[in-house]
């Protein structure tokens, strides 16, 4: 997990200060990006939900660089329909 953390915390680093994002931006990214460390992370994981809940847990943990909005965007997911999705804004 130690490798995914350190791609999230990445990805991160380069939004823009003060832009908003969601989870299925990061997890885009992820797979654009970093796609063997995704696949490579989902240990025990039985359904896509639940790895995509630790993501966003995970974007959260770093609170030295994001804030969490209350609230919720609604977004394209990787199974190409839109969802809800917990937002987060990047900090100065």
Do not use: W
């Amino acid at each position: 997990m130690e490798q995914l953390e350190k791609a999230i915390k990445e990805i991160i680093t380069k939004i823009p200060a003060d832009y908003y994002f969601d989870v299925h931006m990061i997890i885009q990214k992820l797979l654009q990006d970093y796609d063997d460390t995704y696949l490579l992370s989902t240990e025990n994981y039985t359904a896509t939900f639940q790895y995509h809940s630790k993501i966003s847990a995970i974007i959260g943990s770093n609170i030295e660089l994001i804030e969490t909005i209350n609230g919720k965007s609604y977004s394209k997911n990787i199974h190409d329909k839109f969802s809800e999705c917990n937002i987060f804004k990047r900090k100065k």
